[in-house]
């Protein structure tokens, strides 16, 4: 998967006083496009020393760091000259070779999009504030205390002897297929998502839950949470027509199109046609 970028160490330890350096990496966001160096076959993460406006005493926010970088979100507005930094949407961290970059770049989207959303207080209006020990944006006027969103939502995988289940949702781009997903509902504890969401969207009463493994998901702000259930194929498969447009059992050697291993559905559906062990 993805955020999986051993030997490179990613540390999201939140150090409020740290200062951007010249060799630091920036980044920084139009809409959904990020900045990037782009002068090298795959495209790279700049660093301070490749902009010529930014000072010290320019305004940025550190977010992490990947092995011994500091990496810094810098917003506003930035004149960009130099020829080689051009602006990427996001998703080029599907087909990006080095998943370092690809990774990062998603968490540091997901911060940004964080900070953008709270520039004001959600109960009284005010303009916030950084809270000066950890990360988490404060109201100076009614004391709103703000942290980082993450939308718990689970993945599930429904297995029935050699079969799977594959499902298209409404917003797939082209002919793939994957697995289905939903978010948590307030007051549900996880395995009673993933009944819930099989049953909504594709009809299906599931047994046997387990537990697959979990995996961030900056996209959606999300903590995908992945599951591997059984049911009987014998039941009629009723999508609901709104999220899911189909919903077929496919076996090994005849699956569709579906994400790839960068995925925790991909990875688990890739497993599945393997024969591995879920």
Known sequence: MIHEIYPHRFDNHYVPEKKMGE?????????????LKTDSEDPELPLKQHFSQLTDSSESIFLFTLDDTAC????????VTESYLEYREISFFRTIRQKKTGWVALVAYHLWKWYTEHKYCGKCGTPTMHKEDERAIVCPVCGTLVFPKISPAIIVAIICNDKILLARNAAFVGGWYSLVAGYVDVGETLEETVKREVKEEVGLDVCNIRYYGSQPWALSGSMMIGFIAEADDRQPVKVDGYEITTAEWFTRGNLPAY????????????????????
């Open 259 to 278: 994400p790839s291993n960068i995925s925790i559905a991909g990875e688990i559906i890739e497993k599945f046609e393997q024969g591995k062990d879920l």
């Open 72 to 79: 810094f979100l810098v917003e506003g507005d930035l004149s």
């Open 23 to 35: 060799k630091d990496i920036v980044f920084h966001f139009k809409d959904n496009t990020l900045l």
